[in-house]
């Protein structure tokens, strides 16, 4: 059985920066191309970053430059830097695999961006 664990938010002031976890169960983040999506209040869930099973990446325009997914194959963990927030960036943030998986839906981590 699939689990993801997503840990690592919080919250943070505009500008401010955080660092998402999320630990797979068995080697499926190795083996996968994986995402980090995320669902504001009122808004549908949206793929924010996503990394191939080679290490290619991609973003969403509105996190370019400001996020960075990675992935530590070893540990079996997918990693979203955020940098320079914004509150625009509130949301509960969910990783999965690319494409997502219904049942593979863990409970996320919160994000929250305020002064």
């Known amino acids: 059985q699939v689990q993801l664990v997503e840990s690592g938010g919080g919250l943070v002031q505009p500008g401010g920066s955080l660092r998402l976890s999320c630990a797979a169960s068995?080697?499926?983040?190795?083996?996968?191309?994986m995402g980090w999506y995320r669902q504001a209040p009122g808004k549908q869930r949206e793929l924010v970053a996503g990394?191939?099973?080679?290490?290619?990446?991609n973003y969403v325009d509105s996190v370019k430059g400001r996020f960075t997914i990675s992935r530590d194959k070893a540990k079996n963990t997918v990693y979203l830097q955020m940098n320079s927030l914004k509150p625009e960036d509130t949301a509960v943030y969910y990783c999965?695999?690319?494409?997502?998986?219904?049942?593979?839906w863990g409970q996320g981590t919160q994000v929250a961006v305020s002064s």
């Open positions: 999965n695999t690319l494409p997502s998986v219904e049942g593979y």
């Open positions: 068995g080697s499926i983040s190795s083996i996968y191309a």
């Open positions: 990394i191939s099973s080679g290490g290619s990446t």
